[in-house]
Nanobody, 125 residues
């Protein structure tokens, strides 16, 4: 059974930084994809970033490109999201996700099978 356990997040001032972590267990193949999504109140779930575990090929959403960085620790089977230059519009519940998917669906939340519990990130202006 796949489990994704998230940590990090919380409250930060605009312009500050936070790092989210997602620890994975139960995945037996290394060709899976791990990503981050977020959802603000009253809005649809939005793609943030994703990475192919095997070769670290990654994509970013337009709103975070250049400010956020996705990375992984292969030994610990952990994924990270470093968030810099945070803005109030980054306030949302952030989720990590994992799955085996085609590259063309990298930003489609329905393509990811497994999800973390979600954690609130609040950026105060």
């Amino acid at each position: 059974q796949v489990q994704l356990v998230e940590s990090g997040g919380g409250l930060v001032q605009a312009g500050g930084s936070l790092r989210r972590s997602c620890e994975v267990s139960g995945l037996t193949f290394n060709n899976y994809v791990m990503g981050w999504f977020r959802q603000a109140p009253g809005k649809e779930r939005e793609f943030v970033a994703t990475m192919w575990w095997r070769d670290t090929r990654s994509y970013y959403g337009d709103s975070v490109n250049g400010r956020f960085t996705i990375s992984r620790d292969n030994a610990k089977i952990k994924m990270y999201l470093q968030m810099n230059s945070l803005k109030s519009k980054d306030t949302a519940v952030y989720y990590c996700a994992a799955g085996y998917l085609l590259e063309v669906r990298y930003n489609d939340p329905s393509a990811y099978r497994d999800w973390g519990q979600g954690t609130q990130v609040t950026v105060a202006s």
